[in-house]
């Protein structure tokens, strides 16, 4: 059973840099399609970048590409989400998402939430101005 956990979640400010990283017990990581989302307080889950397996170049929102990268650490067997020049309007709980390949489970897709059937628990990332 794939489980995920992530970490590096933290309190910054703007201008400044986090990294996030999401291990995967399991299953190995390239055969997964990975995906980090967020929730800010009061709003809609949101996605934020995704890694398919039959990828190397991962898909973002328009609203972090360019500042986040995300990547995998097949060493680590996890996922990497590094966050550059945040915004106070990244300040949300990010979670990471799975779906194994060939699973019965999920969407086709890679940005929405139905896509993806295993979530991690979520680490808040807070930016303050």
Do not use: H
Not at 2 to 9: N, P, R
Not at 16 to 45: H, Y
């Amino acid at each position: 059973q794939v489980q995920l956990a992530e970490s590096g979640g933290g309190s910054v400010q703007a201008g400044n840099s986090l990294t996030l990283s999401c291990v995967v017990s399991g299953r190995a990581i390239d055969d997964n399609n990975m995906a980090w989302f967020r929730q800010a307080p009061g709003k809609e889950r949101e996605f934020v970048a995704a890694l398919p397996w039959s990828c190397s170049v991962p898909y973002y929102s328009k609203s972090v590409k360019g500042r986040f990268s995300m990547s995998r650490d097949v060493a680590k067997n996890a996922v990497v989400l590094q966050m550059d020049s945040l915004f106070t309007e990244d300040t949300a709980v990010y979670y990471c998402a799975a779906r194994p390949r060939l699973s019965t489970r999920g969407g086709p897709g890679y940005n929405t939430e139905a896509d993806y059937p295993i979530w991690g628990q979520g680490t808040q990332v807070t930016v303050s101005s």
